[in-house]
């Protein structure tokens, strides 16, 4: 089986290098990285069909109670006279966090229109310099949209604090303390500010939604917010929330990726345990 | 017809996408070159963001000070420091490593951040306080894993009945692990499909409602 592996990646790589034996030229490919360029064409290719699919309205996905309560908390907010408070957490569109700051903003996006819709007051305490004049933008394109601008006093309601972990908390904290938000969404990734967050929002009384695909953040969330968003849940909140049918069509790419791992990963398991470590070779390659 | 205010930000993500895409996965020099150089853009992009930040602060601080709303007098202290440092910096001449420099960070940022990390533990405990109340039986489960856990990372107790470190590594292990692992799959699977989405322009949220 190890020398059927070999000679199939030894056939794909002198395909891609163009050469048929001879003397290696540079290769194309990044070694190690086939099999996972072929897990990503896969998955492009399940995103295009699950997109048709949902397209054709042949896709129904289950409800996710902490983006559905998004409203609920804006309109309480609005009845309660208070502010509301929208945190995209603390990463950039240059780490590896950047798709969690993207579904964040999308969230974020989300939020402003209904804030603006409804006549919630939304503060946007920002830490990262890059992401800063995106939320500003999405925010102001929000309130354009529902005709509103007026309203919105961004060097007031989108402030940026600090680049800085601890002098970010204490400034979202303090904000926290004086305005007392009737509501308080964190979506994105965040670091050990976000218990700070979490516990003080909820001292000042907001109904709270968290969600972040930070493997250490997720239980400080659970433990204090109303709702949560767990880990892959943040990356459909875009799609969720736009009602888009292609949008909601893709999501069901994830669960066709996620059953297709969870059988490689049971057979691997298998096949590892009778000695047979073909799964694990192929997937090495 | 084009709407350039959505389009041209698609159209640029899609190529600065399928960039680093094959910068990723293959070793063709001219996209290593080209995506090094857009990284290059990213960091100077950042540079004048930083500027950005610095103008949003003085306006918003300036404005409370000059406003006398209340506690005017932080947004003072809070502007006096970020002079302070901008211009010890520039008569130095030494950013990070300067002695006048690392002491303004050593005696009053370093203590300042310490305080804050040292209050998690307070906001953890009280955290826990919440969760921990055995009101149903998935809540008594946790609580008793919690005890478990504790326990076990205790140094006496273990010193005193090993077993207690081996419930708590069979908990991290094979209970812990498997849901972590599951999750981080999940996590890793949305992510990529949330890029590809981007990349071809389906999700848009990030450029607002165009």
């Not at chain 1, 034996?21 to 194309?28: K, L, S, T």
């Not at chain 2, 680093?20 to 950042?46: C, E, H, R, S």
């Not at chain 2, 950013?95 to 533990?121: D, F, K, Q, R, V």
């Amino acid at each position: 089986m190890q020398r059927i592996l070999q000679s199939l990646k030894s056939l794909v790589l002198s395909v891609l290098n163009g050469n048929s034996g001879g003397e290696i030229p540079m290769a194309i490919l990044t070694e190690g990285r086939l099999v996972p360029l072929v897990a990503f064409i896969l998955a492009w290719v399940a995103t295009y069909l699950a997109i048709q699919m949902g397209t054709q309205g042949k896709i129904r996905i289950r409800r996710i109670p902490g983006l559905d309560s998004i409203e609920e908390v804006v309109g309480r907010a609005v009845e309660m006279g208070r502010p509301i408070f929208m945190i995209p957490g603390r990463g950039t569109f240059t780490d590896i966090y950047a798709t969690q700051t993207i579904a964040g903003l999308s969230i974020l996006s989300y939020v402003a229109t209904l804030s603006a819709r409804l006549g919630a007051k939304l503060y946007v305490p920002m830490s990262r310099v890059d992401v800063y004049p995106v939320a500003v933008e999405l925010v102001t394109d929000a309130y354009k949209a529902e005709d509103k601008l007026e309203e919105l006093d961004v060097d007031e309601q989108i402030p940026y604090l600090s680049g800085t972990q601890f002098a970010y908390a204490s400034g979202v904290i303090g904000m926290a303390a004086r305005m007392k938000p009737a509501g308080n969404i964190m979506m994105g990734p965040f670091w050990a500010e976000s218990m700070m967050f979490a516990e003080s929002f909820a001292r000042a009384g907001a109904m709270q939604i968290g969600g972040t695909a930070r493997m250490y953040q997720i239980p400080f969330f659970a433990a204090v917010c109303d709702y949560v968003l767990i880990g892959e849940e943040l990356f459909a909140a875009g799609a969720y929330v736009s009602g888009d049918p292609q949008q909601v069509g893709s999501i069901a790419a994830q669960d066709w990726y996620k059953l297709a791992a969870l059988v490689l990963g049971i057979l691997g398991a298998l096949l590892a345990t009778a000695g047979v470590t073909v799964i694990g070779d192929l997937l090495r390659m | 017809m084009v709407d350039f205010r959505r389009d041209i930000p698609l159209a640029i993500t899609f190529i600065i996408g399928v960039i680093a895409v094959l910068d990723y996965y293959t070793t063709i020099p001219i996209f290593i070159n080209t995506f090094t150089v857009i990284k290059n853009w990213g960091v100077v992009l950042q540079a004048f963001a930083l500027g950005l930040g610095a103008v949003n602060l003085l306006r918003v601080h300036g404005r409370r000070i000059s406003e006398r709303r209340d506690d005017w007098y932080f947004s003072a202290v809070l502007l006096a420091m970020m002079f302070i440092f901008i211009i010890v910096g520039l008569i130095t001449g030494q950013y990070e490593s300067g002695a006048t420099y690392n002491w303004l960070y050593n005696a009053i940022y370093l203590p300042l951040g310490s305080t804050m990390y040292s209050s998690l533990a307070f906001y953890m405990a009280y955290g826990a306080y919440k969760v921990l109340r055995a009101r149903t039986f998935e809540a008594a489960l946790l609580f008793t894993t919690a005890v478990l856990v504790i326990i076990g990372n205790t140094p006496i107790f273990p010193a005193m009945f090993p077993g207690f470190f081996h419930i708590r590594e069979w908990i991290f292990g094979p209970i812990v692990g498997g849901a972590y692992r599951g999750i981080r799959i999940g996590v890793g699977i949305g992510a990529v499909v949330l890029g590809i989405r981007t990349l071809i322009g389906l999700e848009t949220g990030y450029l607002g409602r165009r």
